[in-house]
C-alpha cells in the first residue's frame, strides 16, 4: 500500500493513515488489538484505529497546523521514548517505525519508572520485535544509556513529573542528533504552582527550549484530545 490521497484518506507514512477526523496504524501484529482499538481492514490490509484521546503523539498528529508526517520519526531509525506508560502511543509508533517482524529494523528504546507499565510492555515486546522496553528514570542516563551508542534523530517525552522541560533539556543534550526533531508533551498541572496560570507557564517553557538551543517549530495545544496539555516540537540547533 503505498502514499495515496483521497478525498477523505491521507497516507501520512507507509504505516499512518489520516481518514477524516480518524487515525490509524497498520498492524504489525495482525488480528490484534493492544487497548481495545477497533481492527479494520482498507484495500485487504489491516489497520488499528489510534485514539488520539489516549495519545499526546496521536493527539499532536491530528492538531498540528503543518504536515503532520513531520511529527514522525523516519521509519526503520532509532528512537527514544521517555515516558512509555502503558504503552499505547508506543504500539501506534512500533507499527509505523518497524512493521511486521520489524522488517524495517527500527529500535525503539522505551523507558518508564513504573515496574507495572514494563510489565505490560515487556509482553507487547514478545510480539513486536525492535520494541526496547527498559525500567529506569528519564533523569538517570548512566543506568541505560548504553542502550543507545549513537545519537538519534527524534526523542519524545511525556514523564508527567515536575521539572518536564529540565528532563527534556538534558536529554536532547546527551542522546538527540543536531537537527534532529524532539517532541515534549507538558502537563501543566504537574509542575508547581507559580501563581501566574497556565499559560505563563507554557510561554516560560517555550522561552526556556529557545534559550536552550532549540527552535521551537511548533507549540500544539491537545485540549479537546488532552486537555492542559501541550505539545513542544522543536529542533535541536547546536
Ligand atoms: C502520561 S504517562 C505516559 C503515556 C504514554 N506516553 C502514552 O502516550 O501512551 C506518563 C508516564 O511517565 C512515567 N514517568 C514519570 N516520571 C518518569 C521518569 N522520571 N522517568 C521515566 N518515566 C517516568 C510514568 O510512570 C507514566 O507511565
Not at 502537563?187 to 527552535?215: C, H
Request: charged share 25%; glycine share 8%; proline share 3%.
Amino acid at each position: 500500500m503505498g502514499r495515496y490521497n483521497n478525498r477523505r484518506k491521507t497516507m501520512l507514512s507507509w504505516a499512518v493513515m489520516k481518514d477524516g477526523r480518524a487515525l490509524w496504524t497498520m498492524n504489525a501484529v495482525p488480528k490484534r488489538a493492544v487497548y481495545g482499538e477497533s481492527l479494520r481492514s482498507f484495500s485487504g490490509t489491516e489497520f488499528r484505529r489510534w485514539d488520539p484521546s489516549r495519545s499526546k503523539l496521536g493527539a499532536a498528529i491530528m492538531r498540528t497546523r503543518r504536515d503532520p508526517s513531520w511529527l514522525l520519526p523516519e521509519e526503520g531509525t532509532d528512537v527514544l521514548y521517555l515516558g512509555a506508560g502503558h504503552g499505547t502511543s508506543i504500539s501506534h509508533l512500533h507499527d509505523h517505525l518497524c512493521g511486521q517482524h520489524n522488517d524495517l529494523k527500527g529500535r525503539l528504546v522505551a523507558i518508564d519508572l513504573a515496574p507495572r507499565c514494563l510489565r505490560e510492555l515487556t509482553h507487547m515486546a514478545k510480539s513486536r520485535p525492535g520494541l526496547v522496553p527498559v525500567l529506569g528514570d528519564a533523569r538517570k542516563h548512566a543506568a541505560w544509556g548504553v542502550l543507545l551508542p549513537r545519537k538519534v534523530d527524534w526523542l519524545f517525552q511525556d514523564v508527567a513529573q515536575a521539572g518536564q522541560v529540565d528532563i527534556f533539556i538534558t536529554a536532547c543534550r546527551r542522546f538527540l542528533n543536531r537537527d534532529g526533531t524532539g517532541l515534549l508533551s507538558l502537563k501543566a498541572a504537574s509542575e508547581r504552582w507559580t501563581g501566574e496560570g497556565e499559560e505563563a507557564l507554557f510561554d516560560a517553557v517555550e522561552n526556556k527550549l529557545a534559550t536552550s538551543g532549540f527552535e521551537v517549530e511548533e507549540r500544539i495545544e491537545l485540549t479537546g484530545y488532552e486537555d492542559n496539555h501541550v505539545l513542544f516540537a522543536v529542533r535541536k540547533m547546536e
